[in-house]
């Protein structure tokens, strides 16, 4: 019981230490990078699927959703990625770092 409650919290504590991360960006750009450039981490691939909805990970990242597809289609412009629903492919992986 006390491993199960001491694991339940440690991802609760590493949850919101991502959050307060995204959060503590300035520009929607750059908490959209920081978190594209998690999922990368935890997939291991450049092209992965996201796990939240475009509502959820805007809430996520505490922006509007009209904002966060509005950026998201300028960074697809921008040659930084690729969409296509919730399906992403990171193009330039090293100009996200520097967002």
Known sequence: LRVNL????SRRCWSLTRRV??????SLR???????????ERTGSLSFCLPLTREELAALL??????????LSRMQHDGLIETWRS????LDKDRLKNV
């Open 30 to 40: 750059g908490r959209i990078s920081l978190y594209l450039l998690d999922q990368r």
């Open 62 to 71: 505490a922006v509007n959703r009209s904002a966060l597809s509005r950026e």
């Open 87 to 90: 399906s992403f492919k990171l």
């Open 6 to 9: 001491l694991h339940a919290l």
């Open 21 to 26: 991360r995204y959060l503590s960006q300035r």
